[in-house]
């Protein structure tokens, strides 16, 4: 059965797709939960149309909206912004190219807490991929357990950073507290969600885990993007101290490494511990120069970074 009721939009920045592009898009158009619109921010339309076969897949669904952005244009906050501006449903689901709905409830189960007046932003449970690598998907557990959970701002003493955390590799918004909240940040290396959420939560508002979302992401990053990326995280915190210096990121990595190692310990895969200390040190000193990212030269940061258009602008 599709559910028609409730208006609900799909934004997905795209960029360099492959096949299974085709089957993510096949998957959202098959849901229970009908959706309204899929936006497509999509960066350099000449990987968009390297597949012979696009136009005419895309022809078959005519409520799919693609707009084509050079690279050095693309924010992580701005391109969403410009993404939710295309739509105007009540309602409105970010994700990524390579986050996969597990079954056809994905959009009916997400969108379901935003019912709830207070509620700001639901976000989905993240699975491993087909090919994950042990310790990825170990760590996908560890921060995508099966359990819901509802945060907000009387949750902080107790849950941390992790109060904040919201993803927009599969998350759904409230366009009324979005509006009122002014959206994503208008430019930010990363974690645009995470600061959306942030600002919710000391609003008032709550930002629900809906763990019966499901989708299949996840990444087998090497140490130098492990370092890479944590960089950039580091640099996104330390460029808003108003909502990262009231709590700690530490603590919870801390406790990520001993539960894997007691993981890898107890299931036969003891040889991995080290590469799990080494990907683990990969990771804390990305995320310590990118806090410090004001003492670099540009030099050092553009070698650090995964984000290399973001510092031309």
Known sequence: MVIKMKKVDVIIPVYKPEKSFFELIDRLEHQTLEVNKIILMNTEQKYFDRFADGSSFFSKYTNICITHLPKKEFDHGKTRRQ????????FFVLMTQDAMPKDKYLLERLTAPLESEDVAAA????MAAKGCNVIERYTRQFNYPEEKCVKSREDIGRLG????????VCA??????YELLGGFTEHTIFNEDMIYAAGAVKAGYKIVYE???RVAHSHNYTCIQQFQRNFDLGVSQAQHPEIFSMVSSEGEGVSMIKRTTGYLWNSGHKLLIPSLYINSACKYAGFLMGKNYRRLPKKVILKCTMSKDYWEV
């Open 161 to 168: 950073i992790k109060t904040f955390f919201c993803s927009n």
């Open 123 to 126: 976000y989905a449970r993240q």
């Open 172 to 177: 759904a918004y409230r366009r009324d507290i």
């Open 83 to 90: 993404g939710v501006e295309k739509s105007d449903a009540p």
């Open 211 to 213: 763990a019966d979302a």
